[in-house]
């Protein structure tokens, strides 16, 4: 009985610590882009990443591509972490984002307006790297937050 209890117990500081190492994965990631070092995705990105977002997928290019944009737009962008929770391969991140518009962003010219708008992510993860992502954002909000005319109101 000892020994199975030893296994048991073996295992879930095992799972903990991976869930830990997952969760600094996510952090280390977030830490660097926030720092504006996009060699970061070299270390914590799969070369087989993909991104789902609710209009479709970006591979790791076109996601590092994209990343420098919204930096490009936003370039004291800031995530103020609110939750990190791992389970299994997964790391689930819900975050503010914050910064101000000082370039172009989705055809609309640099505001000088300062934004917030919250995330939640889902990053799965395999060999300590992010495999796939899935990531819903306010954009609504950050629209309506640089002046934009959203349909429907």
């Not at 600094?24 to 070369?47: N, Q, Y």
């Not at 993909?50 to 737009?73: K, M, S």
């Not at 929770?85 to 991140?93: C, E, H, R, T």
Request: aromatic share 8%; proline share 2%; net charge negative.
């Amino acid at each position: 009985m000892l020994l199975l209890l030893t296994a048991i117990v073996g295992c879930t500081a095992s799972t903990t610590d991976e869930l830990e190492q997952n969760k600094e994965v996510v952090r280390r990631l977030l830490t660097g882009m926030d720092a504006g070092d996009f060699a970061i995705f070299d270390e914590v990105f799969s070369p087989n990443l993909v991104v789902h977002f609710i209009d479709g997928e970006l591979n790791r290019a076109q996601t590092e591509e994209t990343a420098r944009a919204f930096y490009t737009a936003f370039p004291d962008l800031q995530h103020t972490i609110e939750d990190l929770l791992a389970v299994d391969d997964k790391v689930i991140l819900r975050a503010t984002d914050w910064g101000t518009h000082e370039g172009e962003f989705q055809g609309i010219g640099p505001t000088g307006r300062e934004v917030a708008f919250e995330v939640i992510v889902i990053y799965r993860l395999a060999d300590g790297l992010i495999v796939e992502v899935w990531e819903q954002g306010d954009m609504l909000g950050l629209m309506q937050q640089l002046g934009a005319e959203v349909s429907g109101q």
